[in-house]
């Protein structure tokens, strides 16, 4: 299926690996150049270089710390006119919100809330006067349904998808979309890291402590970034200019309801 993005450009964030790695590899597989952001400069260019062998495209490696302005102004300057903007960034740590301070919550905010709300600024405008744009955050299954030893990050995220429900209703008629990817569990070194954490805890190997994750999903397993990736192409397309404001769950299922 050809999704008619030939020759547009993206800023894909956090790129170097995982989920981001896997939308960044979609759309350049689509013909998109693609500029990548990342805090690891060396794991950001051998993912660049990974990907203009796989796909032949256009590839721009772009190293800084996107929560920060001077991280945002260089992806930016890299690429200031996108036609495709995919934000995302790690999400804050676990624990009990009694022992998180005022600077704990602000970071969160920063990195997952208003980091995606400031690009999303840089670079609406432009996209409604070329008439195109598709903006995808990828969020989290916690919007659903909470997690409750993850306050900092259900609360941020669900900011984030609150200021967005209201965006993408005033923007849509310029061709301008915006939407939501929600990732359940996803095979990617955060999964690795906290299965590695429960591990200890259970006496289980890694392994097996991710095979009793997967187990959490009527699919059965954990999903493949791969398949993330091409749900947010599939987002970016010219031809899904009638999908506004929604939250697309990626959970195998796990989240049980009629109607999401």
Do not use: Y
């Amino acid at each position: 299926m050809d999704l008619g993005l030939q020759g547009r450009r993206a800023i894909v964030c956090a790129a170097s690996k995982g989920l981001g790695r896997a939308c960044a590899a979609a759309l350049a597989r689509e013909g998109v150049a693609v500029t990548i952001t990342a805090r690891t400069a060396e794991v950001l260019e051998r993912t660049a270089a990974e990907l203009r062998t796989a796909t032949g495209a256009e590839i721009t490696a772009v190293p800084g710390d996107i929560t920060t302005e001077e991280g945002r102004a260089a992806a930016l300057a890299a690429c200031p006119d996108p036609d495709i903007l995919v934000n995302n960034a790690g999400g804050p740590p676990a624990g009990d919100f009694r022992e998180w301070s005022r600077e704990d919550w602000i970071r969160a905010l920063d990195a997952n809330m208003l980091t995606p709300i400031a690009l999303i600024r840089a670079v609406v405008d432009g996209m409604i006067e070329r008439k195109f744009g598709r903006i995808v955050n990828i969020t989290s299954a916690s919007v659903k349904s909470p997690i409750p030893n993850l306050g900092m990050s259900n609360g941020a995220r669900a900011g984030l998808t609150g200021f967005v429900g209201g965006l993408a209703r005033q923007v849509a008629r310029h061709n301008v979309t915006i939407n939501n990817l929600l990732p359940g569990p996803f095979l990617t070194d955060r999964l690795r890291s906290n299965s590695a954490q429960a591990a200890q805890k259970s006496g289980r190997s890694l392994d097996e402590e991710i095979a009793e994750r997967a187990k959490s999903t009527p699919a059965g397993r954990v999903g493949d970034p791969a398949e993330f990736g091409e749900a947010c192409a599939f987002l970016c397309a010219a031809s899904s200019g009638f999908i506004v404001g929604q939250n697309l769950l990626l959970d195998g299922g796990g989240f049980n309801a009629t109607m999401g």
